[in-house]
Structure formats: structure tokens, C-alpha cells
């Protein structure tokens, strides 16, 4: 069982690394501008579905063997930013099709997109292991059992943070009208985003392997 006490504080915390600008939520907003509010939303469920996955990682001490292979991490830092760097060229290839104008993807393949995107990037998981043990406290039950009950909670309060961004995102697009000479901005712009991703990730693999 979490201590109570540090509830107040673990929640503003995880609402301030939420809202902080991110790859996340940045990813999470260009889907919704180019595709609407569902398709941020179901975007924001991909994310929550990878944390699942973090959170369990980082709980069973996966982080550890991360932090002593490398190898790993900037082999995942690869494949996310290949990933992504398709995502971005399949996005401009878009912008000559006119069949991307007339309506957004299926939730399925918005879900999976979302989903991998979170997934590959390793950084999350050692996120999580340095940042949750902070609110662990002695005499409230096993580590792993609070370090999942505080993921767990971090989980639900990112979510609603990331369903906002992408409600406000999604209808701030349809504002601008998602057709036309709008349409095709607001591609671009989704295009840039994943491409900013994928080199924000490629940076950070060349970091790692240069001495």
C-alpha cells in the first residue's frame, strides 16, 4: 500500500511531467491536429497502453539490465527511430494522396502507431525507474507492490492529461478547417513533428555509443 502523504505530491508531479512538452504528447497533439479529437484520444490510449508495459518493466527491475547494456537501449533507440522516420515519410507521401483528406485512419492502426511509438523509446522505462522509487516509503508493503500501485495511478492521471491535449488539439484542427490548403499544413506539420522525433532518438543512440 502507497503512504498516503506523498499522494498530493506524487499527482502534481506527474501531472507536471505530463503536461511538460514532450515526445509523447508532442506526438499525441500532431495526430489529433491532422486527424482530430478521437484520433487523439485513441492516440493517448496507445501511449497509456506502452506505459503499461514501462511500468511493469521498471517495477520488475528490468531498468537495471537496461542501464547495464546499453547495447540494448541503442538498439531500441534505432528501431524507434526508424520507426518514426517512416511515419514521417509515409506522412508526406500522404500529401499527394487525395484520399487522405477525406477522413482519419482506422482506430486500429492510430492505436498500433501510438502503441509502438511509446514502446520504442527506452528512455520511458529508465524514466520511470528513477522517478517512482522516490515515493516508495518503508513500512507500507513490498517495493513492487507500490512501485505498480504508483505507476498504476501515474497511468490513469497521464491519461486524462493526454486525452485533454488531444481533445484540444483535435478540435483546435478542426478550427482550421482539416481540408484543403488547412489540411495539407497541418500534414506537414505532423510530418515535421515525426521526423523531429525520429532525430530526437537517433541523437540520443549516437550519444550513447560515442565515447
Known amino acids: 500500500m502507497v503512504d498516503p502523504s506523498v499522494l498530493p505530491a506524487f499527482v502534481l ?100 502507431r501510438a502503441t509502438l511509438t511509446n514502446l520504442t523509446n527506452p528512455k520511458v522505462i529508465l524514466f520511470f525507474a528513477a522517478f517512482l522509487p522516490g515515493f516508495v516509503a518503508d513500512g507500507h508493503g513490498p517495493a513492487v507492490v507500490q512501485l505498480l500501485t504508483l505507476g498504476t495511478i501515474f497511468l490513469v492521471v497521464g491519461l486524462v492529461c493526454d486525452v485533454t491535449i488531444g481533445v484540444v488539439a483535435g478540435r483546435l484542427g478542426r478550427a482550421l478547417d482539416a481540408r484543403g490548403r488547412a489540411g495539407t499544413t497541418l500534414t506537414a506539420v505532423a510530418a515535421c513533428v515525426y521526423a523531429g522525433l525520429a532525430l530526437l532518438l537517433l541523437v540520443e543512440a549516437l550519444r550513447t555509443i560515442t565515447p
Open 13 to 112: 508531479a506527474v501531472v507536471a511531467v505530463t503536461v511538460a512538452p514532450g515526445p509523447d504528447n508532442t506526438y499525441i497533439a500532431a495526430v489529433a491536429l491532422r486527424h482530430g479529437p478521437r484520433a487523439g484520444v485513441v492516440s493517448a490510449l496507445g501511449m497509456a497502453c506502452g506505459m503499461v508495459v514501462h511500468v511493469t518493466a521498471a517495477a520488475l527491475g528490468l531498468a537495471a539490465l537496461l542501464r547495464l547494456n546499453p547495447e540494448i537501449v541503442v538498439g531500441v533507440q534505432l528501431v524507434g527511430a526508424a520507426y518514426l522516420g517512416w511515419l514521417a515519410v509515409d506522412t508526406v507521401r500522404g500529401l499527394t494522396r487525395a484520399s487522405e483528406t477525406e477522413g482519419a485512419p482506422a482506430t486500429g492502426r492510430v492505436l498500433v
